[in-house]
């Protein structure tokens, strides 16, 4: 049943998202991985500890990461197939949603196709400037292009293809433990106390 799983997850994704009235009452469950991210950062990403100290720290982090997440996917998974059997795969399948986000880049890169289209140059650069990390203002229209290209394709593997192999792999704990490293990976790079990292390890950039 996980191909069943992972093509009504992406259906899902696809229809709706991540709906706002949902994200403004409960937030997003990767937002809960990012929260403990940074509480664990201001208690041990502290002057007083070395080098040495805040790495292991980080790694601390990750496995305290690896763990909730993985095993509430293994314990939410292994409850739902014990109580609906062969029916189960419906349930993950929504909560496994959350966990991808093809409909989250269809949002964010249309805007700037859609004011291309219109040949509005300055609308265009607005809106590429919201998913990359540059300045997008001397961008003429293949510059426009490129960035919202290359951000869609990095984006897209991290946000679809990455959760979606290990949905298929692992189920639940794959998923959500992958997302929880792929938000260690975004938020440890920037994570700094004095200027040092957290973690030794650098984030593979997501948005350009």
């Known amino acids: 049943m996980i191909d069943l799983t992972a093509f009504l997850a992406l259906v899902l994704d696809a229809a709706v998202g991540w709906p706002q009235p949902l994200?403004?009452?409960?937030?997003?469950?990767?937002?809960?991985?990012?929260?403990?991210?940074?509480?664990?950062?201001?208690?041990?990403?502290?002057?007083?500890?070395?080098?040495?100290?805040r790495r292991m720290a980080g790694a601390v982090t990750v496995l305290i990461l690896l763990g909730m997440a993985g095993g509430a996917g293994w314990m939410l998974q292994s409850l739902l197939v014990a109580i609906a059997g062969p029916w189960a795969w419906p349930l993950i399948a929504v909560l496994a949603w959350p966990g991808l986000a093809q409909r989250s880049l269809y949002d964010h890169v249309r805007p700037v196709a859609d004011a291309l289209e219109r040949q509005d140059l300055p609308a265009a650069r607005a809106a590429v400037g919201m998913i990359v990390g540059r300045d997008t203002t001397a961008l003429d229209e293949a510059g426009v292009t490129r960035a919202a290209i290359e951000s869609l394709a990095e984006s897209f593997c991290d946000g679809v293809v990455a959760p979606l192999f290990w949905l298929l792999v692992l189920g639940l704990p794959g998923i959500w433990a992958y997302k929880a490293i792929n938000t260690a990976d975004s938020r440890f790079g920037t994570a700094r106390s004095n200027g040092a990292p957290m973690v030794g390890l650098r984030p593979a950039p997501t948005m350009r």
């Open 23 to 53: 994200y403004r009452r409960i937030g997003h469950p990767v937002g809960i991985f990012a929260r403990i991210i940074a509480a664990r950062e201001r208690r041990w990403n502290v002057p007083s500890r070395s080098d040495g100290q």
